[in-house]
């Protein structure tokens, strides 16, 4: 099941290089995407939405009945696709966004790390004044845009560069689904998520089902928790026997 990403992918030796040495890129709007990737994307993935933690909006993603699924990796003609899964850690955060609106109303939002885009559609969906979706994956920057348009969302910007490490802008709120699940990675963002809050006064919420990268890393003391969120079965199957995911808010004055 789900060839292209078993745990083992999850670790992302790939991904993290790729934060690293990533060129820049901009997309803020559908007509500079390839119109190939889109089509690869319509052509391979499924759309869905009940059997998640957010049903109110629709997402198009790697199912079972969808041919990569359990497909060679090496026939996928992009880098490796995060964001054809909708994980755990960003359902919560998606979750906790519906439930709880205010949190986003009237906002400028950064949804780092963004994947599919849930979270970033969840922002819009409760009122966020402007929001950014940032991954390294070009390609994940056209699903976005492809499942903003499936729940009827004008797209957010979108930026592919690194922003890690860059100079904060002026978010009020920073989401990051999943993405403590590497030392490095999880410590420059450690390092830049402080820099962000002591320089703009940003709140940072996380999402994340416990991972041992997360659990064992030194911000998790750091960390207030929320929410936490039964897992769906189907989520649950996906992600092997992961029962919850929770949200945390960021408070490095801890």
Request: hydrophobic residues 40%; glycine residues 6%.
């Amino acid at each position: 099941m789900l060839g292209l990403l078993t745990p083992q992918t999850r670790n992302i030796k790939v991904f993290i290089k790729a934060f690293k040495h990533t060129s820049i890129h901009r997309c803020s709007s559908v007509s500079c995407q390839s119109e190939y990737i889109r089509s690869i994307i319509l052509e391979n993935t499924e759309i869905v939405g009940e059997q998640s933690l957010t049903p109110e909006f629709k997402l198009r993603l790697f199912t079972p009945n969808c041919r990569f699924w359990s497909e060679k990796p090496e026939l996928w003609p992009f880098d490796d696709p995060y964001w054809a899964i909708y994980w755990p850690g960003g359902q919560a955060l998606s979750r906790y966004l519906l439930d709880n609106p205010a949190v986003c109303r009237g906002k400028t939002v950064l949804d780092l790390g963004s994947g599919c885009g849930a979270s970033a559609i969840a922002a819009k969906l409760c009122g966020a004044a402007h929001v950014v979706a940032n991954d390294i994956d070009t390609v994940a920057a056209v699903a976005t845009h492809i499942n903003c348009e499936l729940n009827g969302l004008e797209p957010p910007v979108c930026l592919t560069n690194n922003v890690i490490g860059s100079p904060p802008k002026g978010f009020d709120l920073i989401l990051l689904g999943d993405m403590f699940y590497d030392e490095a990675l999880a410590t420059s963002l450690h390092s830049w998520l402080d820099h962000c809050i002591n320089s703009h006064g940003t709140k940072v919420l996380i999402g994340d089902p416990g991972r041992a990268q997360f659990e064992e890393h030194r911000i998790r003391r750091l960390l207030r928790q929320l929410a936490q969120f039964e897992l769906p079965e189907s989520v649950r199957e996906e992600n092997y026997g992961l029962t919850c995911s929770s949200v945390w808010c960021y408070r490095p004055e801890l």
